[in-house]
């Protein structure tokens, strides 16, 4: 067992996952080598149509065999059909011993659950949230999971530590030799960021659709040079759950008070200029931000260059009234974008590599001036946990957090002081997802709090009246005495799930929870 | 300043630890209409908790009571008024003179039973029937404890046997006689509540209106409300300029000897002058007076 730079405590070696390299700082592993690559295939005319009858043909045309690694993307959602239309023609064919390799998944696969008790599941290495997350944390799977970042997972695969035998893209329209794009057909999601590097590496690929055109169809985001095998199915997914309605602006007061704090720091700090870039995901408080920051740029007179991430329609509006230049789409979230990456070249599809990841000759993130994150819980030195919930169940994914917050100039983790009677900022988090060296500040109803490293900051921040700057300490003593002492997680020794940095060194694990 | 006065309910613990973080001028606990009659104990002892303890930034503090017409409103008077948070009270129903001096004599009384200055604790009127409106002048000049008097809405509408309407048509006279009656009795004139919380460009219609009528500011049913009217009760970067500028030059000739002064060729008397100020503390300038 030894200790990380955060003073985590690692072993050598964990069952399931293999030997662990130890999280050294943010930026401080280069890598060394040649990246990994995919089954070399060879396609000639004799093949005009890649077209099979079902997913079972699919599967069995794969290769597909237990024990195996599978892969998904999480663009459609709530709404997606796919996981489980895949693993249940697993289940029914015999295959088992699986590793799910998805980008996240959701509530609605929960059905996975009896997958994982009948063996046809047996590792996940993604991040499992809700009821899957609660088996997980209570000791149900054999063998860890792995939680890694939407940059962290293509680093993975591009170096190596993960190859992926099939691919399984959700291709919302597709022709008959495999050219897919996600802005057509009934079940739309636009931008198919996440699905590109497993197009890439795996070694083989299936798309599934449910909106076939002649070929080649047009536009095409993801081309036939690395697609093995299409399918045809009635539906890939519910549109109510792939895109929600218009994104409004939240109401709450609690949540303006707190966007309006952070926009105030965004205004304050030296990269409120023309060009700035940034990042806000669709989130209530991240949006309302975004709001606050529309308004004082229309009356300051300044544009943006960019807009990152996860889009929404909000975006979209801010790129068709000229306040950004552009928008970096990795995941669209609402109609009106999912409309826009479609009809406007200004509004780009980037993958999940080309966004995040730290292993290449220079992702999206780096050129971003702000982020805002949520998280779970951030402690006195910064670090900030967005897995795990106060009661050590593994309940999130990492999603871009450690991406952004290594590349944003300036990170900003907006939320309120408490969520119910839990306080967020404490004295050591439960499990460490992104270190305080790569977060700037923390804002929450109380007012701001700036990381002592970021000096510049504070004295940014002191200058401008009525702008209210907490201490870490303060904080802290306000949230203890709120919310009185609360109980330590009690746990068992198992590890079940091993938080990785963005570069693939560990930075927390996450232990069983002790039965209560 | 009483710009805005914002309700929080007295049985809603989240909305007591928070509210004062919203930045209204003023708050009001409330232990009436919006505590259902089960919860009205309950109530009482939290908001007694938070005098006690709680935090209320720069706000001025002020407990809605019950009306006297109740069993309850003594009660309430003995749970808050020892603790020096509470600034004032608020209090429902007032239709006379009469009402006034009852509660005031509660006051003395708890005042003096826990050693607090006589007359510390303000009386903040709400006139909610059209009797009510009608001794408006009576009420505020009844007690020196008056800080304020407040129309009702809700109540006073119904009491007119009418409905509320978006343009406040059957309001209007009360607004404007209740105006009157405070200023002539040197008491604030602090308007209702605007009951619809997601239009905001109504609320700042009806804020500019009641301004104009000469209202010092609104009570206020939701935090969002709260930097809308302020807005409106700002003074704009030209009345700041413009102020600065009548205030300078009175200093000057005051420093001269002289009484009237010229501003931009329009001589500027002692009320400018006074206006001006009042406009540097709207503006948060005040230590220029």
């Not at chain 1, 009234?321 to 509004?347: C, T, W, Y």
């Not at chain 2, 749970?79 to 948070?85: E, K, L, M, S």
Request: glycine letters at 10%; a negative charge; charged letters at 25%.
């Amino acid at each position: 067992m030894a200790k990380n730079l955060l003073g985590r405590e690692i072993p050598d070696f964990i069952e399931g996952y293999g030997k662990t390299k130890l999280f050294q700082g943010a930026f401080a592993l280069k890598p060394e080598g040649y990246r990994a690559g995919g089954k070399i295939r060879c396609v000639n005319s004799t093949c005009t149509d890649k077209r099979v009858s079902d997913i079972k043909a699919a599967i069995a045309a794969s290769g597909l065999k237990s024990g195996m690694t599978v892969s998904f993307h999480h663009h459609l959602r709530n709404g997606d059909y796919i996981v489980n239309m895949v693993i249940d023609a697993c289940a029914e064919m015999g295959i088992k011993n699986l590793t799910l390799f998805p980008t996240a998944l959701f509530g609605v696969h929960k059905k996975l659950i009896e997958h994982i008790k009948n063996g046809v599941i047996t590792r996940i290495m993604g991040s499992v949230n809700g009821p899957i997350g609660q088996l997980v944390s209570e000791g149900g799977m054999e063998v860890p999971v792995v939680l890694r970042s939407h940059g962290g997972r293509p680093r993975a695969v591009a170096a190596g530590d993960v190859h992926i035998d099939v691919a399984f893209i959700a291709a919302p329209t597709a022709d008959k030799y495999g050219n897919i794009c996600g802005t057509q057909g009934k079940s739309a999601c636009g931008s198919l960021g996440y699905a590109f590097t497993d197009a890439q590496y795996a070694d083989f690929v299936v798309a599934i659709t449910d909106n076939l055109q002649p070929y080649p169809a047009a536009p095409i985001s993801m081309s036939q040079l690395n697609v093995d095998i299409v399918v045809e199915v009635p539906s890939i997914g519910d549109p109510a759950g792939i895109v929600s309605g218009t994104t409004k602006v939240t109401r709450d007061p609690l949540r303006l008070l707190i966007a309006k704090y952070a926009s105030e720091l965004i205004e304050a700090s030296p990269y409120f200029k023309e060009g700035i870039s940034f990042q806000t995901g669709a989130g209530g408080i991240p949006l309302a931000v975004t709001a606050f920051m529309k308004e004082a740029m229309i009356k300051k007179g300044i544009k943006g260059s960019f807009g990152l991430g996860g889009i929404t329609g909000y975006f979209v509006e801010l790129l068709k009234e000229g306040l950004v230049e552009r928008l970096m789409d990795v995941q669209s979230f609402d109609l009106e974008a999912v409309r826009s990456i479609g009809e406007n070249p200004k509004h780009i599809e980037i993958s999940a590599d080309w966004y995040a990841n730290p292993w290449n000759s220079g992702a999206a993130v780096n050129m971003l001036d702000v982020v805002i994150l949520g998280a779970t819980e951030v402690d006195v030195d910064f670090n900030a946990n967005v897995n795990t919930e106060a009661d050590g169940a593994l309940l999130h994914g990492t999603g871009g957090h450690q991406d952004t917050a290594a590349g944003a100039k300036l990170t900003i983790i907006a939320q309120p002081l408490l969520r119910g009677r839990i306080p967020c900022v404490t004295d050591r988090v439960y499990s460490v997802t992104t270190p305080g060296e790569v977060v700037d500040a923390i804002v929450t109803e109380y007012g701001i709090t700036i990381n002592p490293k970021r000096k510049d900051l504070l004295d940014a921040c002191s200058a401008v009246k009525g702008l209210p700057v907490v201490s870490m300490d303060e904080l802290v003593s306000r949230a203890h005495k709120m919310s009185g002492p609360t109980d330590p997680v009690e746990t068992e020794d198992r590890i079940i799930g091993v938080v990785e940095w963005r570069d693939g060194t560990v930075i927390d694990v996450v232990r069983q929870l002790k039965k209560k | 300043m009483r710009r805005t006065m914002l309700y929080l309910p007295g049985n809603n613990p989240n909305m007591l630890t928070r509210g004062y973080l919203f930045g209204s001028d003023g708050l009001i606990l409330d232990l009436e209409d919006a505590v259902a009659m089960v919860e009205k104990d309950t109530a009482r002892i939290l908001v007694q908790h938070f005098l006690r303890q709680g935090e209320f930034g720069s706000c001025e503090v002020t407990v809605r009571i019950n009306g006297v017409d109740t069993e309850y409103w003594k009660d309430d008077l003995a749970a808050v008024v020892p603790f020096p948070a509470l600034q004032g009270i608020r209090a429902p129903k007032v239709d006379d003179a009469k009402t006034v001096k009852i509660i005031d004599e509660e006051l003395s009384s708890i005042e003096e039973k826990n050693g607090i200055p006589l007359g510390r604790t303000k009386i903040f009127c709400l006139l909610e029937t059209a009797k009510g409106i009608w001794n408006a002048y009576d009420i505020a000049t009844a007690s020196p404890r008056v800080a304020a008097i407040i129309p009702g809405g809700e109540d006073l509408t119904a009491d007119l046997k009418t409905s509320r309407s978006s343009e406040g048509t059957e309001l209007d006279w009360a607004r404007r006689m209740l105006v009157f009656a405070a200023r002539a009795a040197g008491v604030d004139p602090i308007d209702t509540v605007f009951p619809r919380v997601s239009d905001d460009a109504g609320l700042r219609k009806e804020t500019e209106f009641i301004k104009q009528l000469g209202f010092e500011g609104k009570s206020v049913i939701h935090p969002n409300q709260i930097p809308i009217i302020h807005n409106v009760f700002n003074p704009t970067e030209q009345e700041i300029a413009k102020a600065l500028k009548i205030v300078a030059a009175a200093k000057e000739a005051a420093e001269r000897g002289q009484g009237a002064v010229s501003v931009d060729g329009r001589m500027v008397d002692i009320p400018v002058v006074k206006r001006a100020e009042y406009t540097l503390l709207k503006a948060g300038l005040s230590e220029v007076k």
